[in-house]
């Protein structure tokens, strides 16, 4: 896949479990927030994004949480399901350069039957 | 189906080559961009294009030249690369080129390697 010798931190859940994918950013001035997920042979696909005026955001399946005060981002995936084995990636941005999204090193997520 | 199709998926080069990454977008979105996903590298941006435009040009060398013809066509043209230029290049694009409510769609990207 893509990321073959990319040494990625990876999380083994069982099946039915639920799922926590943490990220740390750096940049304070940081007030927008993605995660997306990246299969095998496929590019990158969003997932849910939050804003920095949020602490809390619930998708379907997906609760992203957002700790400003330790620049913490976490994704919560419940009852984790083998289509959800794949590289998850949280990238930030702010106001002054909206598009220049700074992506995440990412994290392997392996969902065993 | 991505809604942003990228061609060829796979392309093998040598240093002395020109090849061209072409990339199309069926979303009707006005900011396209270029991405460098490499092995043990975060994703890191090269190029953005809002209406055909270019708004960004993230140092990257001159051996990477981008043309946005149309707002939804992207191409990549290589040149003379190295072998440290292999990786996967992914096109996205986005409504536009503020990142909230806009997100980027990713293409499935061209796995490039130079030999």
């Known amino acids: 896949g893509e990321n073959v010798g990319l040494h990625l931190p990876t999380l083994s859940v069982q099946e039915g479990d639920n799922s926590i994918i943490n990220c740390a950013y750096s940049?304070?001035?940081?007030?927008?927030f993605i995660w997306y997920k990246q299969e095998s042979g496929k590019g990158p696909q969003f997932i849910i994004d939050?804003?920095?005026?949020?602490d809390k955001r619930q998708g379907q399946r997906v609760t992203v949480l957002l700790n400003k005060t330790v620049k913490h981002l976490s994704l919560q995936i419940a009852a984790t399901q083998p289509g959800d084995s794949a590289v998850y990636f949280c990238?930030?941005?702010?106001?002054?350069?909206?598009?220049?999204?700074?992506f995440g090193s990412g994290t392997r997520l392996l969902v065993r039957p | 189906e991505t809604g942003v199709t990228q061609t060829p998926r796979h392309l093998v080069m040598g240093m002395t080559n020109k090849k061209s990454l072409k990339c199309e977008q069926h979303?009707?979105?006005?900011?396209m961009y270029w991405y460098k996903q490499s092995a043990k590298k975060p994703l890191e941006l090269m190029f953005v294009?809002?209406?055909?435009?270019?708004?960004e040009n993230n140092s990257v060398p001159s051996r990477f030249s981008p043309e946005c013809p149309n707002s939804s066509h992207l191409f990549l043209h290589l040149h003379t690369l190295q072998p440290e230029d292999s990786a996967l290049y992914l096109c996205?694009?986005?409504?536009?080129?503020?990142?909230?409510?806009?997100?980027?769609?990713f293409g499935n990207g061209t796995r490039l390697t130079v030999t």
């Open positions: 940049n304070s001035a940081s007030d927008y």
């Open positions: 996205a694009s986005s409504q536009d080129t503020s990142s909230y409510n806009s997100p980027l769609h």
């Open positions: 294009y809002s209406l055909e435009e270019r708004v």
């Open positions: 979303l009707g979105h006005n900011a």
């Open positions: 939050i804003r920095s005026n949020m």
């Open positions: 990238a930030e941005s702010s106001s002054d350069s909206s598009y220049k999204l700074i």
